[in-house]
């Protein structure tokens, strides 16, 4: 099985070149860029012009990223666009578009904790594009699990900068209930994930914002995000 979507252009089609699902979960074309026991991310440049990304998926992991990435994209949240899903064998794929830019992370990760003025275009930027990218998800009904700095893309941290994408959305979900607990474990990864020199005032803007205010629920959300996202900073990641 493979579909593509309706905004792919014939000459990426072509320059792909998969006739069925085995072509495309077998192409060995790029290299790859994270690899853990269920996923393996491949990066691909100079396909008709475009570098892709394809993640092959054990089981349909594949087809449950691809739905997604629909789903967030018409409701108003900027994730990759995608190009095709395939399924053969025991295995899932979904190809989809290169984000500008890099990971917030590493962003923020260059910026001097001695530079006030650099801290400070960061930390807007983080107060005016990066939440309300979570607020529209949570608006939307979703949550995506792992909200950290490494899962949102930008093209800098200034005002020209633009807005960031969210990747890595196989993991997001409806919940159905407990949505409060799945929310501030977003806002915790997003905290927890913040480099140190991110100033107290700064974080309790960002829940301010959220919230629309902080009375008596804000400072419940307030201690609940401290608590999980102290729990965060010391656990080690599982693939890296």
Known sequence: MIRYDDA???ALRRALGYQNGADAVLDSRGWTVRCTPRCRTVMTSGV???TLFRKLHRGRGGEREWRRLGDLAAAGVAVPARVCVARSRGA?????????????????GEVAGDDPPARAAAQRYVEEQ????????????????????GHVFAQGLGAAAGAPVLIDVERVFRPR??????????LAALHASLPRWFSGPARL????????????????LARAVDRKAG???QR???FG
């Open 130 to 149: 990066v939440l309300p990218l979570l607020s529209r998800l949570h608006r939307a009904g979703y949550c995506h699990r792992d909200f950290y700095t």
């Open 231 to 233: 729990r965060m900073r």
């Open 8 to 10: 792919v252009e014939p």
């Open 92 to 108: 899932s794929l979904v190809v989809m578009r290169g984000v500008a830019g890099r990971c917030l992370e590493a962003l923020l």
């Open 177 to 186: 209930w407990r949505r409060a607990r799945w929310r501030t474990k977003d």
């Open 205 to 220: 803007r960002l829940l301010r914002d959220y919230l629309g205010s902080l009375g008596p629920m804000g400072r419940r």
């Open 236 to 238: 080690r990641p599982r």
């Open 48 to 50: 008709a012009g475009h």
